[in-house]
């Protein structure tokens, strides 16, 4: 994909700026109504049927990241919308692999970084406080501006990376939680079944919806005329990373329970790691490298969880 930053589309013959009004509004008012809905189904799920319950009982979370690809998928399809201008496609597939593992490893070790430079604790099972809050949106927005410039040329090197290599490293990164749980006799199936849902559901499963549908749908409308060191962006990167920084702030609001208890640091940490993947999205072409850097950030997060 290009890195040059491209000009919005050009008005059809006949096309009023009223009508390009309206379809703004309704494409904003989609996105909105998709995330109202998709937040809704999935808590429904979990308060109010039997298998959610076990769900949130085993303390697992299968069923956002599961709510977000079906709903994806489903527009997509209804309403017969091209799903590689959407970022599902298996275009470079390889290389954005390889993208993704160099940034999963980077991401992960600016954070260990901090973790043993700093008395700051990021604790992925605690919402966050103030100073962790903020530690981790600066360096979030300083991992953004040296993503951009790595995205502004594609690297050859990574292109010549083996295959086989690739699968094998990925395959090492996922199974080292389960490792930990065997060397410090923890329950492997239960390290299992969170490393699968971190995985394929918050890491895959968000970026379906929030990077390609959200994303992609904001920018199919507004089109794409803002340029960040040479990567080419649109709303759609603002919007899709303020709902899932909103997204974040409400994991502790639960309507059905009475508790209205909204993190608004855990909306800021999110919205901060919303333009990074939003830059990966847009410097790709793809939401595949921005789903391998969620799924590995989360899996490899909980592998402090497991040390005595």
């Known amino acids: 994909m290009s890195s040059e930053p491209l000009t919005p589309a050009v008005e059809r013959p006949g096309c ?4 390009s009004l309206r379809g703004r509004v309704a494409a904003v008012c ?3 109504l998709a995330f109202v809905l998709v937040h809704l189904a999935y808590r429904s ?3 109010f049927t039997e298998l959610g319950r076990l769900e949130v009982g085993a303390g697992l979370n299968f069923s956002p990241g599961a709510m977000m690809t079906l709903f994806t998928v489903a527009v997509l399809l209804l309403c017969r919308r091209d799903f590689a201008r959407y970022g599902l496609t298996l275009e470079n597939w390889r290389y954005n692999l390889n993208v993704g593992l160099l940034w999963a490893v980077i ?3 600016a954070a260990a970084s901090v973790v043993a430079l700093t008395p700051v604790r990021l604790d992925p099972l605690r919402p966050p406080d103030l100073p962790r809050a903020v530690v981790f949106s600066l360096g979030q927005l300083a991992l953004t ?3 951009a410039l790595f995205l502004r040329r594609q690297r050859g090197l990574l292109r010549r990376v083996p295959l086989t290599a690739s699968l094998l490293v990925l395959a090492l990164l996922l199974s080292s939680p389960l490792v930990l749980a065997v060397a410090f006799h923890r329950p492997v199936l239960g390290v299992l079944l969170t490393t699968l849902w971190l995985f394929f559901g918050a890491g895959f499963g968000e970026e379906v919806f929030f990077r390609g549908y959200i994303h992609s749908r904001i920018n199919a409308t507004f089109g794409r005329s ?3 060191l040479g990567i080419g962006f649109g709303p759609g990167l603002i919007v899709s990373a303020l709902l899932f920084g909103l997204i974040h702030g409400l994991n ?3 309507y059905f329970g009475g508790r209205y208890d909204f993190r608004w640091l855990a909306l800021l940490a999110g919205f901060c790691s919303g333009l990074f993947f939003g830059v990966l999205r847009e410097g790709t072409g793809s939401v595949l490298a921005g789903c391998v850097v969620h799924g590995l950030e989360d899996v490899l997060g909980s592998v402090p969880a497991l040390l005595p």
């Not at 009023?16 to 009508?19: I, L, R």
């Open 16 to 19: 009023t700026p009223s009508d």
């Open 107 to 109: 991401v992960v070790a």
């Open 226 to 228: 803002f340029s960040l």
């Open 252 to 254: 502790t609001f639960d």
């Open 45 to 47: 799920f979990k308060h």
């Open 30 to 32: 989609e996105v909105l």
């Open 145 to 147: 501006l040296l993503l």
